[in-house]
């Protein structure tokens, strides 16, 4: 079965770094997605993407962050100048249009900030 | 604006029993999707099940069914003969209409811990 793969498990960045998270989604999807998760909170929105741009995104996802499908196959989440505070699990999620599919949710990655 | 609402931070069951996560929504919309997702200690999010706002049955996804009523915005999961493997967080979830017709984010309600007993 189709998984979205996301790189890397985990990542390790000293404050004031930028990070970029990468993200397959799956192939045919349409819509492609990434939310956070801080430890032991729910999961947040921060940004879709659609046809090549953002569709919507979250009061999180403000000028610190970026998206980009730089081929016809990754997606990724850029941060700059990182904070402390952006530690947190960020999943990647791809879906069909339909609203009836689900998203599709990668295994995350663990973003560390020292 | 939409809210998933998730009264039971943490349920035990024993094994073998079923077990029931509730979940309550609010939306304007008339059309919507309601989801679960279970996040084990691993970190994973896995799919579990949909219902459609416009589905007249209760969706059933093998041990999984979901207790849909609609008028009382409720869409409560039920897993029947609980394992240990589905000691895991439980997430509800919603996505419904934007005013420019597609279907998008998904939002989450905080989860119920379930730990099944031995």
């Known amino acids: 079965e189709p998984e979205v793969t996301q790189t890397p498990s985990h990542q390790v960045t000293q404050m004031g770094q930028e990070v970029i998270l990468r993200c397959v989604p799956i192939?045919?999807?349409?819509?492609f997605y990434w939310y956070r998760q801080i430890l032991g909170q729910k999961v947040e929105f921060l940004v879709s993407?659609?046809?090549?741009?953002?569709?919507?995104k979250s009061e999180i996802f403000d000028d610190q962050f970026s998206v980009e499908r730089p081929d016809g196959s990754n997606f990724t989440l850029k941060i700059r100048s990182t904070k402390l505070e952006d530690s947190a699990m960020y999943f990647c999620?791809?879906?069909?249009?339909?609203?009836?599919?689900?998203?599709?949710f990668g295994d995350g990655t663990r973003l560390s900030i020292l | 604006a939409q809210k998933i609402t998730q009264t039971q931070p943490g349920m035990f069951v024993q094994e073998k029993e079923a077990v029931t996560l509730d979940c309550t929504y609010d939306t304007s919309d008339q059309s919507y999707g309601l989801f679960w997702y279970k996040q084990p200690s691993s970190g994973e999010m896995i799919f579990l099940i949909y219902q459609g706002s416009y589905d007249e049955q209760n969706a059933t996804e093998g041990r999984y069914s979901l207790n849909f009523q609609k008028a009382r915005k409720s869409a409560n999961l039920v897993i029947s003969a609980s394992q240990l493997g589905d000691s895991a967080m439980y997430f509800c979830a919603m996505r419904d209409r934007l005013p420019t017709g597609g279907y998008q984010k998904v939002t989450f309600g905080i989860g119920t811990k379930l730990q099944v007993i031995p």
């Open positions: 999620a791809s879906s069909d249009e339909q609203p009836r599919q689900p998203q599709h």
């Open positions: 192939s045919n999807h349409l819509y």
């Open positions: 993407f659609y046809n090549n741009e953002i569709s919507e």
